[in-house]
């Protein structure tokens, strides 16, 4: 391939080149294109990249292919009657990979998608994913199914996933959502976290709180819990406030993590240890529920004794909708803004952008304001 294509997606070049060799006639009407497999042996690519170089011929009308046996170069007479046989490759397609499918922040996310899908006559498969290996397979069978591009709520991990990281590598399209990468350049949709750890801490320390826990509920660092986690610190300067690392709960164990009763332990441990502690701003709904269990248990009243502040509402049945002070993420607008860049990364992919959501501050009943007398 000429060097002035290389600052071109290898799929893109590797399209650019079949093209041109169908158009000087060395691959002629009807002739067998090379397979995937010789393909990805002579370029030295993955197999992602040549599906995708393949997807956009058959998209453009100027190869076919025919299950079980391989691609071949279209006949201009013969082409529609090869439309059934491409039909999957000419129907628009796109993925989304999530860690649960059911809780009310994953349901908005993926109500913002469909829309636009819906909108744009693309058609949408979704698969749940709990661990890196899962999503590893999910990647892999999405574009396998004819997916041009993804849109990817990455699983916690200790390191960056190496799958999408070979998608970043390949230069296949896809957004993630929630979080991004720190130190890698990728597209990506999110909510302003460092923002969002800033307005919490801003707020508890206007109402008096002067010793505030932070409460995490992520088993390994995320971009997410971090700029949260800077927010506070950057907050918490600015107003004077004092920082102990005891009093930061930000870390659990395998089996903490995985087990209730464990972590509830280590959130009352933890509360009866660090008296001094009036607030806490918990950077998720699930550890805001363990952290007003395990204090009404101790005997704290909320918000007098201890207030609480949340990212995202807890949803708890037989509880007042409206009883946990919380910061807002908009998941349905993160939905909707990742197919939109997802479809101008499918079309532009020089495309590179992070798109940040701004939060929003709601007061209820977890957090009033505080005098040490109430205590």
Request: net charge negative; with cysteine; aromatic share 8%.
């Amino acid at each position: 391939m000429k060097s002035q294509q290389k600052n071109k997606p290898l799929y893109i070049q590797i399209r650019e080149y079949i093209k041109n060799q169908i158009d000087i006639g060395a691959l002629k009407p009807e002739d067998q294109i090379p397979t995937e497999t010789d393909l990805t042996n002579q370029f030295q690519v993955s197999r992602i990249t040549i599906k995708t170089a393949l997807r956009h011929l058959v998209d453009e009308g100027l190869i076919y292919r025919v299950a079980g046996k391989g691609s071949f170069v279209s006949s201009p007479k013969l082409q529609p009657t090869r439309q059934e046989g491409a039909l999957e490759y000419q129907i628009n397609k796109i993925g989304f990979l999530m860690p649960a499918i059911g809780d009310v922040l994953s349901i908005q996310l993926l109500r913002g998608i469909e829309e636009v899908c819906r909108d744009e006559g693309i058609i949408l498969m979704v698969q749940s994913v709990l661990t890196q290996s899962e999503e590893r397979a999910a990647i892999r069978q999405m574009i396998d199914a004819g997916a041009k591009g993804l849109i990817i709520f990455p699983v916690d991990g200790e390191a960056y996933s190496d799958e999408i990281l070979r998608l970043k590598s390949e230069q296949f399209p896809f957004v993630l959502v929630d979080r991004y990468l720190p130190g890698i350049k990728t597209n990506a949709v999110y909510s302003d976290n460092y923002d969002g750890g800033q307005i919490g801490t801003d707020y508890l320390a206007k109402l008096g709180h002067q010793h505030i826990g932070i409460l995490s509920f992520t088993k390994s660092k995320t971009s997410s819990s971090e700029d949260r986690f800077r927010g506070y610190l950057d907050a918490a300067q600015k107003n004077k406030l004092k920082l102990e690392t005891n009093y930061w709960l930000t870390q659990f164990d395998d089996i903490s993590y995985q087990d209730e009763d464990s972590m509830k332990e280590m959130i009352e441990e933890w509360l009866q240890k660090e008296q001094e502690i009036t607030a806490v701003f918990a950077f998720s709904p699930q550890t805001a529920i363990y952290l007003a269990m395990m204090a009404g248990k101790l005997g704290k009243r909320i918000p007098e004794d201890l207030a609480i502040l949340c990212f995202d509402h807890p949803q708890i049945r037989n509880l007042d909708s409206d009883y946990f002070s919380w910061i807002e993420q908009n998941f349905e607008l993160i939905g909707t803004e990742a197919v939109k860049l997802l479809l101008k990364t499918i079309r532009e992919p020089s495309t590179l952008e992070q798109i940040v959501i701004p939060v929003s501050l709601h007061e209820r009943q977890t957090t009033q304001i505080f005098t040490r007398s109430q205590r």
